[in-house]
């Protein structure tokens, strides 16, 4: 079966440099929702999407924004990078935003910030 | 959001039952109660939900107790492949949670050979 695909799988920065997550959803889920990882921490709830609007917004600094496009994939961009934004990203896909069904992660980016 | 509390850490023997337990006193009427976990440097994967009713499926099982302020995570038989790091999070079906997970501090489980 078809799963959540994140590229790139590891991607290297130096400071105040961009950089761009993709995601890209299982098969007709039309919902994505993004998460970071810092070393020796539990996953925290960045932002998510449902039919291409932002549904929910959590923790994500100014400096992130992301989109959902029409083909339902998704890019977390992030600007103006600092050391801090080290961590692996992770993104979840899902049919419907409505909290009851399972949430498929992909395997996420690992984020390096020098 | 509705908070859960676990133990910090288990240990188990393989090819034994864990049963590793979840706390959730402030549990709304509808809240489903969600068990993830996470292997090294993976992606957290769904382990098991439900409600109200015990639920199993081929990976585990839950128990919920009757006031749905506890459940339990049942492993029937852990393997070395089961050591990892589980979480209980609770994700609503009304508010404005939008199905967003929630992750708190988990259980390490720790599988012996």
């Known amino acids: 079966a078809a799963g959540v695909i994140q590229s790139p799988r590891h991607l290297i920065k130096e400071k105040r440099e961009t950089a761009t997550l993709k995601c890209y959803p299982i098969?007709?889920?039309?919902?994505v929702y993004w998460y970071q990882q810092g070393p020796g921490q539990d996953p925290q709830f960045l932002i998510s999407f449902y039919e291409k609007m932002q549904s929910d917004k959590g923790s994500i600094p100014d400096r992130f924004s992301a989109q959902q496009f029409s083909d339902y994939h998704s890019e977390l961009n992030m600007s103006s990078l600092e050391l801090g934004d080290s961590a692996l990203y992770f993104c979840?896909?899902?049919?419907?935003?409505?909290?009851?069904?399972?949430?498929?992660f992909g395997p996420g980016t690992r984020l390096t910030v020098l | 959001d509705a908070k859960t509390t676990q133990p910090n850490s288990m240990e188990s023997n393989e090819e034994e039952p864990v049963h590793l337990p979840c706390n959730h006193s402030t549990i709304s009427g509808t809240d489903y109660i969600h068990w993830y976990r996470q292997l090294p440097s993976q992606g957290p994967e769904y382990v098991i939900h439900g409600l109200t009713s015990n639920v199993n499926n081929r990976m585990a099982s839950l128990a919920i107790a009757e006031d749905r302020k506890s459940s339990t995570l049942i492993l029937h038989r852990a393997t070395l492949r089961d050591a990892a790091v589980y979480y209980c999070i609770l994700s609503g079906a009304g508010g404005t949670s939008y199905g967003k997970l929630t992750f708190g501090q988990g259980t390490i489980l720790t599988v012996h050979p």
């Open positions: 979840a896909s899902t049919l419907g935003p409505t909290g009851t069904d399972t949430q498929y």
């Open positions: 098969p007709r889920h039309d919902t």
